[in-house]
């Protein structure tokens, strides 16, 4: 059965990104709506399934990652714009049973992502 889920590790200072704010949206042609809002647990995670199995279905989806906001709480010096303040992250899910895991390594001057597993 599949399900989404992320984890956020902060490169920058080598741990789980605890406390990041993420928002979870469905984009479908020009509407987009938001699905979930929250902040991830001690380990960088969600505390359950970004969308769990009953809720897969194919289509365009998008995370954004409150970057900036996370490194400003823990004490980072950021200049005013930040260089990277919200990774916005759009992705697809062609398999509604598939389990699609979209993890971001970040830090202040940059980040990666990929399809995890």
Known sequence: MGH????????????????MQITLQRI???????LKQLALNHDGRADGPLLA????????????????????????ALADPPFIDTVQLD?????AAGHYHVPLLASPWSYSTYRGS
């Open 28 to 34: 479908d042609g020009d509407s987009v709506t938001t």
């Open 4 to 19: 989404l889920s992320t984890h956020v590790l902060d490169t920058a200072n080598g741990c789980p990104a605890a406390g």
């Open 53 to 76: 199995a009953h809720e897969m279905a194919v289509g365009r989806y998008r995370l954004l990652f409150a970057v900036a906001p996370y490194f400003r709480a823990r004490g980072a």
């Open 91 to 95: 992705f697809g899910i062609a398999d």
